[in-house]
């Protein structure tokens, strides 16, 4: 078993590869395991970090600099309202300039085929939606601001 960590986002994700068979591998990412299929077994691949992707990582941060905020009573500042794991947004059910309240449901998120209410983290209003309806999301990524 080959094990590896990733670093996406500042998040550390340790992936380990149980089992190839041919185009398909059984992975374990952060302890829950998936099955994939190689989609290129001929060809290698090698990433290359282009200055462009890294302002966009820069802005990434700032979120990460206000995530204690939601600690803050009402009105403190902005909140950013993270993916508590990996999966699919099937619904984003605030639009930006909406009225929360905490807990209120803000995104609901597929994940292990089981639905999630993702809530917000504090009262405010949204004022960022970074997610929409179908896209795949990691553990830690920003999904709505709250301010």
Not at 45 to 64: E, G, H, M, Q, Y
């Amino acid at each position: 078993m080959k094990q590896f960590i990733y670093r996406i986002n500042g998040q550390e994700y340790i992936v380990a590869v149980n089992k190839m068979d041919n185009e398909l591998a059984e992975v374990a990412v952060n302890g829950t395991n998936y099955k994939v299929e190689l989609v290129n077994n001929e060809e290698e691949v090698t990433l290359v970090a282009r200055p462009a992707t890294k302002a966009p990582a820069a802005t990434a941060a700032a979120p990460k600099a206000a995530a204690p905020a939601p600690t803050k009573p009402a009105g403190g500042g902005a909140g950013v309202v993270k993916s508590p794991l990996p999966g699919i947004i099937i619904d984003v059910v605030v639009n930006e300039g909406d009225e929360v309240k905490k807990g209120q449901t803000v995104v609901m998120l597929e994940a292990m085929k089981m639905e999630n209410a993702i809530q917000a983290t504090q009262d405010g209003k949204v004022t960022g939606i970074h997610v929409a309806k179908g896209d795949s999301v990691l553990e830690g990524v920003a999904l709505v601001t709250i301010g």
